[in-house]
C-alpha cells in the first residue's frame, strides 16, 4: 500500500513569490494534516481536515497560508506572498480517524531567498 | 504550538546501551504517542500508550505513562546505530487536539 505521497521534495523561491504544496494521503485515511517544521524543532500544527471540512485552523497564517482538500483526498497548501520566514519544512500526514496514529509524507522543504 | 518538552534535548551513548527520553506535556490527554524522525525524513510512528494505560512495551521499546505528573519516558533498550535519530512524543488531547514535543536527538555510536 502506497504511503503518503507529497510533492515537490524541494522548492527554492525568491520572496513574494507564491508556493504550493500538494499532498495525497493513504487511501482511505479520513483525517489529514499539515505540518510545519522547523529546523531543530518539533512539527507544529498549521490545519487538519477531517474528510473535506478543516476542523483546526486556528494556527494556519491566514493572511499569506491557504489550504484545501478538495473531495476529502488530496489536499493543497498554498502559500502566497512567501517571505524568508517561511523557510521550513512542510509536513502531510493523514490518519484512519483522529483518535489514531499518523502516517507522514517525506515532507516538502521549502527556501525562500 | 507545541504541547510537550522532551529531556534531554540531546543524548549520545553507546551501542549496546539504553537510552531514555521524557516528555512532559500541560494538558489532559486521550493518548500519548513517540515518533522517530531520520534526518531530512518524515516521522514514523512507534508506539501510542492510552491515558488509562501506565506502561506498553514494543520489541525494544518501553513506554511510560503517569498522568498525575503528566509525563512520559521512552526507553530504548539495547541500542543501535540505525537508532540514531530526532524521537517525538506526541499528545491527543482531550478536544482532540494533536501536538507534538520539542524532541530529543539521540546519537549511538557504534
Known amino acids: 500500500e502506497a504511503g503518503v505521497v507529497q510533492s515537490p521534495r524541494y522548492k527554492i523561491i525568491e520572496k513574494k513569490q507564491p508556493v504550493a504544496f500538494w499532498c495525497n494521503p493513504i487511501?482511505?485515511?479520513?483525517?489529514l494534516y499539515w505540518y510545519l517544521q522547523n529546523l531543530g524543532q518539533g512539527p507544529e500544527l498549521l490545519i487538519r481536515?477531517?474528510?473535506?471540512?478543516?476542523?483546526?485552523d486556528s494556527q494556519l497564517p491566514k493572511d499569506r497560508f491557504s489550504a484545501e482538500r478538495l473531495k476529502g483526498v488530496d489536499s493543497t497548501l498554498k502559500i502566497q506572498p512567501a517571505e524568508l520566514g517561511d523557510s521550513a519544512v512542510y509536513l502531510c500526514a493523514s490518519s484512519l480517524d483522529f483518535t489514531g496514529e499518523l502516517f507522514f509524507g517525506e515532507g516538502s522543504r521549502l527556501t525562500v531567498l | 504550538s507545541q504541547q510537550g518538552e522532551e529531556d534531554p534535548q540531546a543524548l549520545s551513548i553507546q551501542e549496546g546501551e539504553n537510552a531514555t527520553m521524557n516528555c512532559s506535556y500541560k494538558?489532559?490527554?486521550?493518548?500519548l504517542q513517540w515518533y522517530r524522525q531520520n534526518s531530512g525524513r518524515g516521522l514514523v510512528h512507534l508506539i501510542l500508550i492510552r491515558s488509562n494505560e501506565r506502561e506498553k512495551h514494543s520489541g525494544r521499546l518501553r513506554v511510560t505513562l503517569d498522568t498525575s505528573k503528566k509525563s512520559s519516558s521512552l526507553l530504548i533498550t539495547a541500542s543501535r546505530a540505525a537508532d540514531t535519530a530526532s524521537y517525538f512524543c506526541?499528545?491527543?488531547?482531550?478536544?482532540?487536539?494533536?501536538?507534538f514535543g520539542t524532541g530529543t536527538s539521540l546519537t549511538v555510536i557504534p
Open positions: 506526541a499528545t491527543r488531547g482531550t478536544g482532540n487536539q494533536f501536538y
Open positions: 487511501s482511505g485515511h479520513n483525517t
Open positions: 494538558t489532559s490527554i486521550n493518548n
Open positions: 481536515y477531517e474528510n473535506e471540512e478543516a476542523v483546526d
